[in-house]
């Protein structure tokens, strides 16, 4: 199974960026999708997760009314668009496939089975 997470870079404080994970190797409509970041020093956190389907989605309480998830299942692609980006949002940001099928959007990591490499989303004021 391969993750490929694309769309990072510099953006200023107030900006948008869409990161796309494009996953191969796994029947991707059956998984549950999640997004992590992780900044310098600190552990890894959860962002933002889709179900299978993409009828249900969550977010944590510092991205919530900014970012938004979504999947194209056709094109194993899931995204993440961010918007009024500030400062604190800066991380390398990682997608991630649920070890398991059939339940609701997880948020620990330990749940989420492969990874992608990361890509580096870095916020300037």
């Known amino acids: 199974v391969q993750l490929q997470a694309s769309g990072g870079g510099l953006v200023q404080a107030g900006g948008s960026l869409r990161l796309s994970c494009v996953v191969s190797?796994?029947?991707?409509?059956?998984?549950?999708m999640g997004w992590f970041r992780q900044a310098p020093g600190k552990e890894r956190e959860f962002v933002a997760g889709?179900?299978?389907?993409?009828?249900?989605?969550y977010y944590a309480d510092p991205v919530k009314g900014r970012f938004t998830i979504s999947r194209d299942n056709a094109k194993n692609t899931v995204y993440l668009q961010m918007n009024s980006l500030k400062d604190e949002d800066t991380a390398v940001y990682y997608c991630?496939?649920?070890?398991?099928?059939?339940?609701?959007?997880?948020?620990?990591?330990?749940?989420?089975?492969?990874w992608g490499q990361g890509t580096l989303v870095t916020v300037s004021s």
């Open positions: 889709i179900n299978w389907s993409g009828s249900s989605t």
């Open positions: 991630a496939t649920d070890s398991k099928t059939g339940r609701p959007v997880v948020v620990g990591p330990v749940e989420y089975d492969y």
């Open positions: 190797g796994r029947t991707f409509k059956w998984y549950n």
